[in-house]
C-alpha cells in the first residue's frame, strides 16, 4: 500500500528528475527533444498508475491526466533548435510544479503556485522581442497573484478568501485580470504558450472548486457580472485580430469566462467543468502547435493573410487543422461540445440575459476560427513560398490533440470522478479540501 502523502512527491519528482538530468544531453537538441517527450510520457504513466489512490478533488482528476499529455503534445509540435532548449526543460519543471500542486494538500500546493507565479514573472521580464515587447500589466497580474496566494497563507478569513479568489481571477482567467493570460500566451519563449494554456486554468479551477461553494450573493452576483463582460470582450477583441496568436488568446478568454459564470451561478465546480477546461485548453493547445508549424516554415508570427492555398499542398496539415476548428468551433462528437452542454444543461439558472451572452459568444467563436481556417488553407498557391507537409512528430502532435478532443466528447465523465453538487444550503460540496477558506469564521 503506498503512502498517500508521497504521492504527490512522487508525481511531481518524475518530471522534476528528467529536467535535472536535461543538462547531461545538452549539446543534442534531438535526444533532448525524445527525452523530454520520454519524461512526459513516463509522469502520464505514473499518474495512471497512482491516481486510484489519490482522493479525488471536487473537480475530478481528469486535469491530472490531461497536463503530461498537453506537455508532450507542446514538445511535439516543437522545431529541434538549440534555441528552444531551455524551453523544453521549463516544461517539464512546470509540469512537476503543476503536478504538485494539483494533488498536494492546500499549503502546499499555495507554494507550488507561488513558485510557479516566480518562475513565469522572471521568463516574462527576461524574454521579449520588438514585434512582444515587454507586458508590464502581464507581469503585475502575476506579482498580484503572487501576493494573493502569500496572502492566503499569512492572513485570517475573509481577507484570506478573496485573495484567493483574486488569485483565480488570474490563473483561470475573467475581465479584468486578463493580462497574464495574454501575455503568457504571447511572450513565454518556445512551446511554452501552448503548454501554459491549459496548465494556468486547470490550476484555477483546482482553487476555486472548494471556494464555489462558500461564495456570498454579492461575490457571486459581481463574478457573474464580470464573466459575462469577460465573454463578450473575449470575443469582441478575437474578432478584431489580426496577429493569430492574440486571436486565440482572446478566444481562450471568451471561453474561460464561460466558466466563471456557470461556476459561481451555481456555487460549484464539478466533472463537468473540469470536463469543459480540459478541452477548451487541448483544443487551443493543437491551435497554437498548428500555428507554430506555419511560424516554423515562415517565420515568427507571418501574417496568416499572406498564406493560402494549404489544402492542396499541406493535405495532412489541411484535414487535422479542419477537425481542430470544429472541435474549437463546440461541434460534437469533440470535447468542447461535451463540456459546454455539460455545463448549461446541469446549470441552475433560468434562461436569462447571461445564456444569451454565451451563446452569442460562442457562436462568434465560429466565425472567426472558421475564418481563420479558411485563409490559410484555402485560396490560390502562391509560387514564391515553399509548401512542406507535416513532420512525423507535428503529425503525432496533431493526431494526439485530436483523438484525446474526441475521446473527451464520448468518453463518460464519471470515469473521471463523481459529479458532485452542491447542496441547496450553500455547504461546501464533499470531497473539498478540508483546508478550503471560508468567508466568514
Known amino acids: 500500500m503506498i503512502d498517500a502523502t508521497l504521492i504527490p512527491w512522487i508525481l511531481a519528482g518524475i518530471p522534476l528528475l528528467g529536467a535535472a538530468l536535461s543538462p547531461a544531453l545538452w549539446a543534442h537538441p534531438h535526444r533532448l527533444m525524445a527525452w523530454s517527450v520520454g519524461i512526459c510520457a513516463a509522469s502520464l504513466a505514473s499518474v495512471a498508475g497512482l491516481a486510484g489512490f489519490l482522493a479525488a478533488p471536487p473537480e475530478g482528476l481528469l486535469l491530472l491526466f490531461l497536463l503530461p499529455l498537453t506537455a508532450g503534445v507542446s514538445l511535439l509540435g516543437q522545431p529541434h533548435q538549440q ?120 490550476l484555477g479551477l483546482h482553487s476555486l472548486a472548494p471556494l464555489a461553494a462558500t461564495l456570498p450573493e454579492s461575490v457571486v452576483w459581481m463574478m457573474s457580472l464580470l464573466a459575462l463582460a469577460g465573454t463578450a470582450y473575449g470575443a469582441v ?86 477537425l481542430l476548428a470544429l472541435a474549437a468551433m463546440g461541434l460534437p462528437p469533440f470535447g468542447v461540445f461535451a463540456g459546454f452542454m455539460g455545463l448549461l444543461l446541469s446549470s441552475t439558472a433560468a434562461f436569462s440575459a447571461g445564456i444569451i451572452v454565451l451563446v452569442s459568444a460562442w457562436l462568434s467563436s465560429s466565425w472567426y476560427i472558421l475564418d481563420l481556417v479558411q485563409r490559410l488553407l484555402f485560396g490560390n498557391r502562391r509560387s514564391d513560398l515553399r509548401y512542406a507537409d507535416l513532420l512525423q512528430t507535428e503529425l503525432a502532435a496533431l493526431v494526439i490533440v485530436v483523438l484525446t478532443l474526441l475521446a473527451l466528447g464520448i468518453v463518460p465523465i464519471s470515469l473521471f470522478g463523481p459529479d458532485r453538487t452542491a447542496t441547496s444550503t450553500g455547504a461546501e460540496p464533499p470531497g473539498a479540501h478540508s483546508g478550503s477558506l471560508a468567508w466568514n469564521r
Open 83 to 202: 534555441s528552444h532548449r531551455a524551453s523544453w526543460v521549463l516544461t517539464l519543471v512546470f509540469l512537476s510544479l503543476g503536478l504538485g500542486a494539483l494533488t498536494s494538500q492546500p499549503v502546499v500546493a499555495k507554494l507550488f503556485l507561488m513558485v510557479i507565479h516566480g518562475f513565469v514573472i522572471v521568463l516574462l521580464y527576461s524574454h521579449h522581442t520588438p514585434l512582444w515587447p515587454i507586458s508590464w500589466w502581464g507581469l503585475g497580474a502575476y506579482t498580484l497573484g503572487a501576493l494573493c496566494l502569500l496572502l492566503t497563507l499569512i492572513a485570517a478569513p475573509p481577507v484570506a478568501s478573496m485573495a484567493a479568489l483574486l488569485a483565480c481571477t488570474i490563473l483561470l482567467p475573467v475581465v479584468p485580470f486578463q493580462d497574464g493570460h495574454l501575455t503568457a500566451l504571447t511572450r513565454l519563449p518556445g512551446n511554452l504558450p501552448s503548454f501554459m494554456v491549459l496548465l494556468f486554468p486547470a
Open 237 to 322: 477583441k478575437a474578432l478584431a485580430q489580426s496577429r493569430v496568436r492574440l486571436l486565440l488568446a482572446y478566444s481562450s478568454l471568451s471561453f474561460f469566462s464561460m466558466l466563471w459564470w456557470c461556476v459561481v451561478t451555481t456555487r460549484t465546480a464539478t466533472p463537468r467543468a473540469a470536463l469543459y477546461v480540459g478541452a477548451v485548453g487541448l483544443v487551443m493547445c493543437g491551435l497554437l502547435v498548428a500555428w507554430q508549424i506555419i511560424r516554423t516554415r515562415y517565420g515568427d508570427d507571418v501574417d496568416p493573410q499572406a498564406i493560402s492555398g494549404l489544402a492542396s499542398t499541406m493535405p495532412q496539415y489541411a484535414v487535422l487543422l479542419s
